[in-house]
Structures are given as structure tokens and as C-alpha cells.
């Protein structure tokens, strides 16, 4: 019923001004949240994993939804408006040092990689046997 309820008001947003409403960022993120929320009560249950997703994008979507409506707050503004100064100066850093990450990911699923069934471990590697690559990190056990 509430998403009738949401589609009706955004159908009659769109009725009142078609081109705003197209070119308006938070409106299209509604469209795909209701979308999605339609698609994951009525979506065919054989597509499991697409409604997982799905799921996911639009609880993404949901909050950065809220975060713009809380922004709109007086006594929250400023808190939404530090907290995206922070994320934009973190996403940049993040996007400095991408490429090295990305090689650290690689190099350690290569070294430690334990998918033989196609092909026999290698022998003459003992450091990989695993105790000693674990002392590396302090005791175990």
C-alpha cells in the first residue's frame, strides 16, 4: 500500500513538470528505490541472488536518501555538510593509493591462494606451509 502510496506522488510530480523532475538527481533515486522495492516483492523468486542485490542498491540508495533529507535540518546541517568534507577528502586519499591496495590484493591471493584442484602445490615453497607464515603475525594457537 505505501508503495502505491509513493508511486502516485511521484507519478504526479513527474505530471507537473516532466523536465524538472528528469533532471532532479533525488528524484531518480526515489524512481530506483521504488522500483527495486516493487521488483523484490513481486520479482520472480528463481533470480535469488539479483534480488540480493537489488536488496543492497536500494538500502544504499535509502540512505543516501536520508542523509539528503537529514542535511535539510537546521541544527543537522552542518554535521551532514562536515561529514561530506570528511568522505570527499577520504574518497580522495582512497583514490590515491587505489592502485597500490589493488596490488596488495592480487599478490596476496596469489601467495596464499589454496585452489590445487587443478594443478599440484608446489613443494619447494616451505615458507607458505603455514606455520611459519603465521609466526609472521605472532603467536598461534
Known amino acids: 500500500m ?3 502510496i509513493l508511486l502516485l506522488r511521484e507519478l504526479f510530480q513527474m505530471l507537473v513538470s516532466f523536465k524538472r523532475y528528469i533532471f532532479n538527481t533525488e ?3 526515489e524512481l530506483a528505490i521504488l522500483g ?3 521488483y523484490l516483492m513481486f520479482g520472480d523468486d528463481q533470480y ?3 534480488k540480493r542485490h537489488w536488496a543492497a542498491f536500494c538500502v544504499v540508495c535509502s540512505w543516501a536518501e536520508a542523509l539528503t533529507l537529514v542535511s535539510r535540518h537546521p541544527r543537522l546541517s552542518v ?3 562536515m561529514f561530506t568534507t570528511v568522505a570527499r577528502t577520504f574518497l ?3 583514490a590515491f593509493y587505489a592502485i597500490i591496495i589493488v ?3 592480487i599478490a596476496f591471493y596469489l601467495m596464499y591462494d ?3 584442484a587443478r594443478t599440484k602445490p608446489n613443494d619447494d615453497y616451505p615458507f607458505f606451509d603455514g606455520g611459519t607464515s603465521i609466526s609472521l603475525w605472532g603467536k598461534k594457537g
Open 2 to 4: 505505501l508503495c502505491v
Open 27 to 29: 528524484n531518480l533515486v
Open 36 to 38: 527495486g522495492a516493487i
Open 48 to 50: 535469488l541472488m539479483a
Open 79 to 81: 554535521y551532514v555538510a
Open 92 to 94: 580522495a586519499f582512497l
Open 103 to 105: 596490488a596488495f590484493a
Open 114 to 116: 589454496h585452489d590445487h
